[in-house]
């Protein structure tokens, strides 16, 4: 079983709607989150940090973290054309970050 | 944010050779990490580069095959040693700027590709 798990898409939106990201962890151990935006032919960027359940929202993003079911996901409202990227789950656990297989997000004009 | 050099940002390489993989960053950072992108893959922590002593690595990497050097809290390599097409790779080095949060700066990757 994979440490991080996500959908790897490819995940289309019409430009404008929300897109939703899924991911799941394994080892209960893992106390935070994150979410990073990869282009491609690019290095990961940091976008959202989760440390507690619940919602946390940076502008148009919203990272939901729910340690009970073991569940993080990310919300993209308003989707634009530019947010069009593979998005990587990844939980802190151990002292290192462990990351998911990412999601590519295509969002169609 | 952190500005963090890599060199080379990319190569091609012959079957059995090394090559060593450099990384700057301007300014001092305790945590350092090596990580390896398979083409059309996530990223894998290779190991955590340690300043003064030796790397920690991670399942299925070793020393010998990925040798690193920390001198100092600014600066890291990774060698890739006797390399066979399997290490076709992208390998990126990153930095957490505020100890070990898991909020990682990374550096632009170096492409390997072997031949």
């Known amino acids: 079983q994979k440490e991080v798990e996500q959908n790897s898409g490819p995940l289309s939106v019409p430009e404008g709607a929300i897109a939703s990201l899924n991911c799941t962890y394994s080892?209960?151990?893992?106390?935070?989150f994150f979410w990073y935006r990869q282009y491609s032919g690019k290095s990961p960027e940091l976008i959202m940090s989760?440390?507690?359940?619940g919602d946390k929202e940076d502008g148009r993003f919203t990272a939901q973290l729910n340690k009970a079911s073991q569940y993080v996901s990310l919300l993209i409202r308003d989707s634009q054309p530019s947010d069009s990227a593979t998005y990587l789950c990844?939980?802190?656990?151990?002292?290192?970050?462990?990351f998911g297989q990412g999601t590519e997000l295509s969002v169609k004009p | 944010s952190a500005v963090i050099s890599q060199k080379p940002s990319r190569d091609i390489c012959q079957r059995g050779t090394s090559l060593t993989i450099q990384c700057q960053v301007d300014?001092?950072?305790?945590?350092m990490f090596w990580y390896r992108q398979q083409p059309g893959q996530s990223l894998t922590l290779i190991a955590t580069a340690n300043q003064g002593s030796e790397a920690t690595y991670e399942s299925g990497f070793v020393i010998d095959k990925f040798p690193i050097s920390r001198p100092n809290l600014t600066f890291s390599t990774l060698t890739v040693s006797n390399m066979s097409p399997e290490d076709s790779s992208i390998y990126l080095c990153?930095?957490?700027?505020?100890?070990?949060?898991?909020?990682?700066?990374f550096g632009e990757g170096s492409r390997l590709t072997v031949l």
């Open positions: 989760i440390y507690s359940n």
């Open positions: 990153s930095v957490d700027r505020s100890g070990n949060t898991g909020e990682l700066f």
């Open positions: 080892d209960r151990g893992s106390q935070s």
């Open positions: 990844a939980a802190h656990q151990g002292g290192k970050l462990i």
């Open positions: 300014s001092q950072v305790t945590m």
